[in-house]
């Protein structure tokens, strides 16, 4: 077993290391198109696992490495990042997404006449912008939930027109 494992587990790490590296560079450029997200994210199992056989196939060879100082430093040193990287960088952790989320469900909710008053817009002028943008809202006691529903992308769709309509 060990040997037909040895013959495909660097390959394994190999491809989907490949894989990893390029998808990553490119979501960190804002670069990435089509599936290049999603791969990143469910193919990385592949470079898990993979890297899991490859340790198990090689395992004295690793366990030899791993003994000397210099591997124990750089391994402490990403465990530390490790550890550090769950530590929130601002008061409210992951919250900051939640409020602004809380907030948009808020001015989806309220009707037009109120969504008006907080953004400071005249509310047939916001009325007239969304029904442009193919929103068919007939008067300000609506809200865009009314029209829009549940849905997220047209919600959002009608929240940019709001925004935008200045």
């Known amino acids: 077993m060990s040997l037909s494992l040895y013959k495909w587990a660097t390959p394994l790490v190999a491809g989907a290391f490949l894989l990893m590296a390029t998808t990553g560079v490119l979501m960190f450029f804002h670069l990435d198109t089509g599936l290049n997200k999603a791969a ?59 409020i602004a989320g809380a907030a948009m469900n808020s001015l989806a909710s309220a009707p037009i006449s109120v969504v008006a008053q907080v953004t400071h817009a005249d509310p047939q002028e916001l009325l007239a912008a969304l029904n442009a943008g193919g929103m068919s ?30």
Do not use: C, Y
């Open 40 to 98: 990143h994210e469910w193919l990385g199992w592949v470079f898990v696992i993979g890297a899991a056989f490859h340790i198990f196939s090689n395992f004295p060879g690793f366990k030899k490495k791993m003994a000397k100082p210099l591997s124990i430093g750089i391994a402490g040193i990403f465990v530390t990042l490790l550890l550090l990287s769950f530590i929130p960088l601002d008061k409210g952790g992951s919250n900051g997404k939640m």
């Open 137 to 166: 809202i007939s008067s300000a006691d609506m809200s865009i939930n009314d029209v829009v529903g549940q849905n997220p992308e047209l919600r959002m769709k009608a929240l940019s027109l709001v925004f935008n309509q200045k």
